[in-house]
């Protein structure tokens, strides 16, 4: 069984910025490939950023310049540190582990861009 909590969201004025954390448990025996994902009620979720085994990254492009995502293995964390927030950045962040070709979610934590 895998495990994740998410955490760091929060209200954050236009402009602003916020750390999300993603602290990984259970059956982690390695390292493996993570993600954060966003959705907003009535869309589909989106992939924000992925970090590989070997730390590469991908971003999608509204996030690009913006948004950084890394790791710290002997953690077991994943972070996405989000600056220059925009009011179509406000969604409900998920983070999702890749194992075995097998996808774990966890709850979600809101982030929130408002003035």
């Known amino acids: 069984q895998v495990r994740l909590v998410e955490s760091g969201g929060g209200l954050v004025q236009p402009g602003g910025s916020l750390r999300l954390s993603c602290a990984a448990s259970g059956s982690i025996f390695g390292i493996y490939p993570m993600a954060w994902y966003r959705q907003v009620p009535g869309k589909e979720r989106e992939l924000v950023a992925r970090?590989?085994?070997?730390?590469?990254?991908i971003y999608a492009t509204s996030v690009k310049g913006r948004f950084t995502i890394s790791r710290d293995n002997a953690q077991n964390t994943v972070y996405l540190q989000m600056n220059s927030l925009k009011h179509e950045d406000t969604a409900v962040y998920y983070c999702d582990l890749i194992k075995n070709d097998v996808n774990y979610w966890g709850k979600g934590t809101l982030v929130t861009v408002s003035s």
């Open positions: 970090i590989g085994l070997g730390g590469s990254t």
